[in-house]
């Protein structure tokens, strides 16, 4: 593959301080922290949100879908709408009632305090099932951002709507409305290797938004969301181009629409990897417009050599599932173990948490030849080493 030029960095915050990336990075972190095999949740919302599209997250009941979405929207902060659609749900339960004293004056308005068309982060459960009313209205709010109903017409601070449903539709009237979510993943129940975590993670409480994160990062996500919209995408044009074309020859459906949106996903992954310009180091997130879960899987297999070199500093799980790059593993790996060798600084107390550090390890030794361990990464190793090393 042919290596693109250096991207230029993002321009840096005051010495010392984390760079808005970074926030959104450790707010997601922690939103996926004891929630097992649920980080692309957390990590491909970040994604969405800077790059102003909608998700649609597809799996069986009980997968914990809802609550990796709630966990990065306290994480995020702003004000957060949640609701559960049924056949029978009426569109004042999502965008508010009728103004009663507007209507005793001949007006037909509507109270939006507290409903979806007020809020920064929307999450609707079983979206499918909602009415054509519903829906109607809804695409009007996910395509321009602004609600209009009666005489009301409210410009809406929505940064990304998560819609989530159990299996995608057959109706092609809702797979057309499905198609507004650019973004999709489809998450599996946890795999057998890993039930113990699952089981640990379920005995443990579910630990307190921190303070530090508790205050709003949305000027964070939209100053990252206006670096995107100004990303420098001319460079990895015509290999976008070209992935594509394989992706509709290989027989994964991408309409126009959805062609010209993959853009918005790129440009959001070059800046949270900390550039103002886009490179072949972006395409990772092609996979996600394909429609189903094998589709996606199509995906990755034909892009294979454009996504070889692929990885994200901050959506380091994401990039590394959907690429399965060793630029991404290691990035990932060295996040993990900085991450660990912070929290416990030296010596673990107690069994459990010696055996993360060492499961790290050696993952890092089995994954990489002494040789070709990257720089930072070998840090980390040789962090670990001295940590778990018998004293």
């Not at 409903?115 to 459960?125: K, Q, T």
Request: proline share 6%; charged share 25%.
């Amino acid at each position: 593959m042919t290596e693109t030029t250096a991207a230029a960095p993002l321009p840096g915050p005051a010495a010392g301080s984390p760079s808005d990336a970074e926030l959104i990075a450790t707010a997601v972190a922690a939103a996926g922290r004891d929630m097992v095999e649920r980080e692309t949740v957390a990590e491909v919302l970040a994604l969405c949100a800077v790059a102003g599209e909608h998700l649609l997250v597809i799996g069986a009941p009980g997968t914990a879908k809802s609550e990796a979405v709630r966990r990065v929207a306290a994480q995020l902060g702003g004000r957060y709408f949640e609701y559960l659609l049924g056949r029978f749900t009426e569109p004042n339960e999502l965008f508010g009632p009728v103004d009663l004293r507007r209507l005793r004056e001949g007006r037909v308005e509507f109270e939006t305090a507290g409903m979806l068309p007020e809020a920064d982060i929307a999450f609707l459960d079983e979206i499918f099932l909602g009415s054509t009313a519903v829906l109607n209205t809804l695409l009007g709010l996910l395509n321009e951002r602004v609600f209009r109903r009666g005489r009301t017409t409210l410009a809406s601070p929505l940064r990304i709507c998560v819609g989530a449903a159990n299996h995608l539709p057959e109706d092609p009237a809702l797979a057309a409305f499905a198609d507004r979510f650019l973004a999709r993943v489809f998450v599996e129940p946890v795999p057998d290797a890993r039930l113990e975590e699952l089981l640990e993670s379920g005995r443990r409480p579910a630990a307190p938004v921190a303070p530090t994160a508790t205050r709003d990062l949305l000027g964070a996500l939209d100053r990252l969301a206006a670096a995107a919209r100004g990303c420098d995408l001319d460079s990895v044009t015509p290999l976008l181009a070209t992935a594509l074309r394989r992706l509709r020859a290989a027989g994964v459906p991408v309409s126009d629409r959805r062609a010209v949106r993959s853009q918005n996903l790129v440009a959001a992954a070059a800046v949270l990897d900390g550039r103002t310009s886009a490179s072949a180091r972006d395409l990772w997130v092609l996979p996600l417009i394909a429609p189903t879960a094998d589709s996606q899987t199509l995906a990755r297999e034909t892009l294979a050599d454009l996504i070889d070199q692929a990885a994200n500093r901050s959506l380091a799980h994401t990039s590394e599932e959907l690429s399965r790059s060793t630029a991404a593993r290691a990035e990932r790996l060295m996040r993990t173990g900085a991450a660990l060798l912070a929290e416990h600084g030296g010596l673990p107390d107690g069994q459990d948490s010696r055996l993360r550090l060492e499961a790290v390890l050696r993952e890092i030794d089995a994954g990489f030849d002494p040789a070709d361990l990257p720089a930072p990464l070998a840090g980390v190793r040789a962090g670990l080493v001295a940590v778990v090393a018998p004293s």
